[in-house]
């Protein structure tokens, strides 16, 4: 595709149940970033990978949030047990390698959890 | 931990007016600098970016410069439109021209009105 694509763009789904947010990058980019923007922030990073491998996830905020990239394109990140304070809009971005080349991100999912 | 703070706003400026969005970073080592823009129904997109000391990066009648000294990466504009308007995030990343692990402020809402 042109750009990157995130589904769905909204999501809502009640406390406690499990959802999974998908990310499909510009092809041919092997870097993917996945942030979540809450409302009046600015975006904070979650995770980032550099092909199948995630490369650094010190941002994943605890052992509920896991995202995976088996075959180094589309991106899934999923969020057990989903609490109250997860309601954010999650955004995902690309890029062709880590390095000094530009992040493009798509649209982002919004996640209401209620 | 590296951080950005940038002007709070909302910011509403009349058309060809000049701008001013300040931004002042924290950082170890030598980061790379960041604006992006959030169109109304968009995705971010990068605006400018500048990666080392005096560096100064402009794109679509923006600039800003890179301070070490004053640790600072102010955005500026000579005269603005009413398409300008948007949400602009301030960013940086802690290696040189990396794009993994953008560090953003939290935004400034810009409205031009005609």
């Known amino acids: 595709g042109a750009g990157v694509s995130q589904t769905p763009s909204n999501k809502v789904t009640e406390k406690g149940k499990y959802v999974e947010l998908r990310c499909d990058p510009i092809s041919g980019h092997t870097a993917l970033y996945w942030y979540r923007q809450s409302l009046g922030q600015g975006p904070e990073f979650l995770i980032y990978f550099q092909g199948t491998g995630a490369a650094d996830d010190s941002g994943l905020p605890n052992d509920r949030f896991f995202a995976v990239r088996p075959e180094g394109s589309v991106s899934t990140l999923k969020i057990q047990r989903t609490e109250r304070g997860d309601s954010a809009v999650y955004l995902c971005?690309?890029?062709?390698?880590?390095?000094?080349?530009?992040?493009?991100f798509g649209q982002g999912t919004r996640l209401t959890v209620v | 931990g590296d951080s950005v703070t940038q002007m709070e706003g909302p910011v509403t400026l009349s058309e060809e007016a000049f701008l001013t969005i300040n931004c002042t970073y924290t950082a170890t080592g030598y980061p790379s600098l960041f604006w992006y823009v959030q169109y109304p129904g968009e995705g971010l997109q990068l605006l400018l970016k500048a990666t080392k000391a005096d560096d100064k990066g402009s794109n679509k009648g923006f600039e800003a410069t890179y301070r070490k000294e004053t640790t600072s990466f102010h955005l500026e504009k000579g005269s603005v439109q009413v398409s300008d308007s948007a949400v602009y995030f301030c960013a940086l990343t802690p290696t040189q021209g990396g794009s993994e692990k953008l560090v953003f402020g939290k935004g400034t809402k810009l409205t031009v009105n005609p």
């Open positions: 971005a690309s890029s062709l390698t880590v390095g000094n080349t530009e992040a493009f």
